[in-house]
């Protein structure tokens, strides 16, 4: 799928117009250049490779299986064989955090996932056809955004019950008005343009018009939510989890595993101190990485 | 201006009819029978039955909905499937606890976030606005709960400096009137319960504004920026004007609009938050009440709370736009 569909492919994207701003036809190039001469969001991108590689390479860096229980080696704190020390069931926390990782990522990926898929989908029907079915479906984000967005979530995991999938669904549900206003505030204005109108004069139909031409070109916001909505979704979840509601024992969920701790905060602090850092260090890389992300999409700022 | 109010006002009520559409049909939503998840599985049918009979779960969905409007507009909120007790009465005396741990959060973040992001603007790029906005970075990362348990092991496990839970010590008497106790004991004269209330609410009040503080800090930052580069106030540094007279009176008060809708929206934030801020530091607020509900399965109770946070909201947004027509008079609503 091109992103510029009524653009030509620039041959000589060696040579720019400009050293300070590269002008080439292709987007993710030049939005890849900009993202480069950011120092925070290269930090953010090298986060985000570090915790990439440490999910596949799990098996590989963990010391430990994470799930092995020695009851003579609870709350051991850290040293050569247990680096981040063990839990209250002997189990080594490292290796945990380190299979955590996968668990985050899954997590932020089908979270963000649902959002996006529903959000995009409802937001450029609101925003593509109008009138009553944009008044219908508008409302209801209203009200959606009515509630505190963790409360909401607490709610629908009461209802589907407590698991980590169900946190999942619930949090991607809690994230869908904010996908839906974005992409139909670009519907809005990209409808209007003229490629647009010349893609209805020869006869497209609305499907395509919108799935075709309009929604690539609200591609840069939608990719910029997500990044972003990554971090909040891990942030939601593991509190999900914290309170009992998503992942449950022994799956090595960062949330959770910070929550086993609670009760032993005064005598083993790093049961509890290091699923946070690792929690922190996530988001962080992804809110980095967002923010970068949209400086280097901004059509504000492209010349 | 109260004919703008009026409007919005009955502009709410679909809203909130919406709001409690969504958190009635909460309960209707629960696969299964309802009556069968509060009860367990070793519930007789005859328990059932009554359950069923007293939630009025076996009335058609319209006439259900219409009796829980009904009587939520009698200001009955239930009562608990549990303990029996009157959820409305609950709540009145929770969410005093709720409203001055999320308002003194909000202030901490407000003028923390609002001088931080003033400072960075002025000095860009110096030292400060480095530290500041790094800081602000971390913030907007940082797991609430965490934070809240770190603060709790460094300044009440470890220093011993401030209590790790609750909202007053046991030796401590105050006289409740209002329940707001920071309140009720500048109205007592009881300095000492003041200073012990204070105490209580700093660890978990710098827990939940945390959030808030670090969005409004950037949030200030870039629309001050955007400020200090216009025509009027190069003219007022132009005639000599102080540079503070400036900053505060001339910037600050154009960029605070921007501010001001991310505070409302922050507001929610703090809601939400309150449910796991008060989890941990045991404050006696609607978030930890609707917390034990959601594990008790008591669904009466998480549907009242809930409908009343999101009223909460809802209403605060209002403010909020009330406010920004009052700080921007420009603003023409039609």
Redesign the interface.
């Known amino acids: 799928m091109s992103l510029q569909p009524d653009s030509t492919p620039d041959t000589d994207t060696g040579t720019f117009n400009n050293q300070e701003h590269p002008k080439t036809n292709n987007l993710f190039k030049e939005s890849f250049l900009r993202i480069l001469k950011s120092k925070t969001s290269v930090i953010g991108l090298c986060i985000i490779i570090i915790l990439l590689l440490t999910a596949l390479l799990a098996p590989l860096i963990a010391t430990h299986s994470p799930t092995d229980q020695s009851i003579v080696n609870r709350y051991q704190p850290p040293s050569v064989d247990h680096w981040l020390g063990t839990d209250e069931l002997g189990r080594d926390i490292f290796s945990r955090i380190v299979f955590g990782t996968r668990i985050s990522i899954q997590i932020g990926v089908i979270a963000v996932g649902i959002s996006m898929i529903v959000g995009v989908t409802l937001g450029s029907i609101a925003g593509y056809f109008g009138r009553w079915i944009d008044m219908i479906i508008m409302r209801v984000i209203d009200i959606m955004l009515a509630f505190p967005s963790v409360l909401l979530a607490i709610a629908l995991v009461t209802i589907l019950g407590p698991s980590l999938r169900n946190a999942m669904i619930a949090v991607g549900i809690v994230g869908v008005p904010q996908f839906a206003r974005l992409v139909r505030s670009s519907v809005l204005s990209v409808k209007e343009t003229e490629y647009i109108e010349a893609s209805k004069a020869i006869g497209a139909r609305n499907l395509r018009t919108l799935f075709g031409h309009i929604l690539p070109n609200c591609l840069a916001p939608i990719i910029v939510q997500m990044t972003l909505g990554i971090g909040t979704a891990i942030l939601d979840a593991a509190g999900l989890s914290f309170l009992g509601l998503g992942a449950q024992p022994p799956t090595p969920e960062w949330g959770a595993m910070l929550s086993d701790g609670r009760a032993a905060l005064q005598n083993a602090p790093w049961v509890v101190a290091f699923p946070g850092v690792a929690i922190f260090l996530f988001v962080l890389g992804f809110n980095l990485f967002g923010d970068g992300l949209r400086d280097a999409l901004d059509p504000k700022l492209k010349d | 201006m109260l004919k703008y109010i009026i409007r919005r006002l009955v502009m709410l009520i679909?809203?909130l009819l919406?709001?409690s559409i969504?958190?009635f049909s909460?309960v209707h939503?629960?696969?299964g029978d309802p009556a069968k998840s509060m009860l367990g599985e070793k519930a007789t049918e005859t328990q059932l039955e009554l359950l069923r009979e007293e939630m009025g779960l076996n009335d058609p969905y319209i006439v259900q909905y219409g009796n829980f409007i009904g009587k939520i507009l009698q200001g009955d909120l239930g009562e608990s499937i549990q303990s029996k007790e009157d959820i409305a009465v609950e709540i009145a005396q929770k969410l005093p606890a709720t409203i001055e741990l999320t308002i003194f959060a909000m202030i901490l973040a407000m003028v923390i976030g609002i001088l931080a992001g003033v400072i960075a603007a002025v000095k860009q790029y110096s030292w400060f606005d480095n530290v500041s906005m790094t800081g602000a970075?971390?913030g907007?990362?940082?797991?609430?709960?965490?934070?809240g348990?770190?603060m709790?092991?460094v300044f009440a496990?470890e220093l011993k400096i401030l209590p790790p839970s609750g909202r007053l010590a046991s030796t401590v008497e105050l006289e409740t009137i209002t329940n707001f106790y920071l309140l009720d004991s500048i109205l007592s004269g009881n300095w000492g319960a003041f200073k012990d209330a204070f105490f209580h609410l700093l660890m978990p009040g710098l827990a939940l504004g945390t959030i808030p503080m670090a969005v409004i800090a950037r949030m200030t930052r870039s629309s001050m920026l955007e400020v200090m580069g216009q025509d009027y106030i190069r003219t007022a540094a132009a005639k000599g004007l102080k540079k503070q007279l400036i900053i505060f009176q001339h910037a600050l008060k154009n960029a605070f609009l921007p501010v001001l809708t991310i505070i409302g929206l922050q507001f929610?934030?703090l809601?939400?938050?309150a449910?796991?801020t008060e989890?941990i530091f045991s404050w006696p607020g609607i978030g930890r009440y609707?917390?034990q509900a959601?594990?008790a399965?008591d669904?009466q109770i998480?549907q009242s709370t809930?409908l009343i946070?999101?009223t909460i909201?809802?209403l605060v947004n209002l403010l909020t736009d009330i406010l920004y027509k009052y700080f921007d008079p420009r603003i023409k609503y039609e």
Request: hydrophobic letters at 70%; zero cysteines; a positive charge.
């Open positions: 679909p809203v919406g709001v969504l958190t909460l939503l629960i696969p970075l971390f907007v990362s940082l797991p609430i709960f965490w934070l348990l770190m709790i092991w496990v929610g934030f809601l939400g938050g449910v796991l989890t609707v917390y959601v594990l399965r669904y998480v809930i946070i999101a909201f809802v």
